[in-house]
């Protein structure tokens, strides 16, 4: 027993497990080293942005407040291109696919969920089956219809393929899972209709899911270019990426005033996905149900 004791304090400090000071150190260095590299070009972009544009390749990462041209690059991409309506663009086609996206997708998830009917795992292995399609196979026989019914260059248009989410109904099945089914029995027996247990019961529980899912098809279809620029080919139904490539080929290679531009549809999805988050631990932190 001594010889023991003897042999543990006579180990080699080398031997010794790392402090949790150098551990928490080194994981949130190492965290922030690739934070930075997220963060890079968005500050580049924000500094081309403000700076003349014939600084920006020559010092990119200086910033002179004397040879600041913030007024005049912001300026030229408010009114060389109706920036305001394609952003507007923009948040009627998000809000109205993320309206319709959670109305179909909980109701599917609950039926998938906490009901049984025949065919219940067939229909689960079809939305687990739409998962695996690209967004670019359909894309053909969708524009097609949409011309054929003179629906090209509308809201509908661009907001019809994303009515219906795979991935979000997946999501919200598993959540819904969790859910204890003696509640929603008794909920029954109490006479409350299926509207009511999702609107009352469910959707309260799964606000964390909900909230996630919101910030994944705002930016997704915010930022989405692609369908856009199949169906849209008018200015007054340009999106906001869809408006920005056009503002570039109106202007040209002038990357002062495209940074801007591209600052101005960048800056509503940071303060979406700052809403969302405090929202989102809020959710998180949501106990029992109401």
Not at 159 to 184: D, G, N
Not at 249 to 275: Q, R
Not at 278 to 286: D, K, L, P, S
Request: positive net charge; contains cysteine.
């Amino acid at each position: 027993m001594t010889s023991a004791k003897h042999d543990v304090s006579v180990r080699s400090p080398r031997s010794l497990p790392p402090t949790p000071f150098f551990a928490a150190a080194s994981k949130h260095g190492l965290l922030l080293i690739f934070a930075a590299i997220i963060l890079l070009p968005f500050v580049w972009m924000i500094l081309a942005a403000v700076k003349n544009p014939a600084d920006i390749f020559s010092d990119p990462f200086s910033l002179d407040p004397a040879k600041l041209h913030a007024g005049e690059n912001f300026g030229k991409a408010l009114n060389a291109a109706p920036m305001g309506l394609f952003m507007l663009n923009s948040l009627i086609v998000v809000v109205g696919v993320l309206s319709v996206q959670l109305i179909t997708s909980i109701a599917a998830a609950h039926a998938l969920a906490q009901m049984k009917f025949r065919g219940q795992a067939l229909m689960f292995g079809l939305v687990l089956f739409a998962l695996c399609i690209p967004v670019q196979v359909p894309a053909l026989p969708m524009y097609i219809a949409l011309a054929k019914l003179g629906l090209l260059n509308s809201y509908f248009s661009l907001m019809f393929p994303w009515f219906f989410s795979a991935f979000a109904i997946f999501l919200f099945r598993q959540q819904f899972r969790t859910f204890p089914r003696e509640i929603i029995n008794a909920a029954r027996i109490d006479g409350f209709t299926e509207i009511e247990i999702i609107v009352r019961l469910i959707v309260p529980s799964a606000l964390p899911a909900i909230a996630a899912f919101s910030v994944f098809s705002v930016t997704a279809h915010w930022n989405d270019l692609y369908w856009p620029l199949i169906v849209v080919n008018v200015t007054d139904r340009m999106t906001a990426p869809l408006g920005l490539l056009n503002f570039q080929s109106a202007e040209g290679v002038s990357y002062g005033p495209l940074m801007a531009a591209a600052t101005i549809i960048t800056l509503p999805l940071i303060c979406v996905f700052l809403l969302a988050r405090r929202y989102f631990v809020e959710g998180v932190t949501m106990t029992g149900v109401k």
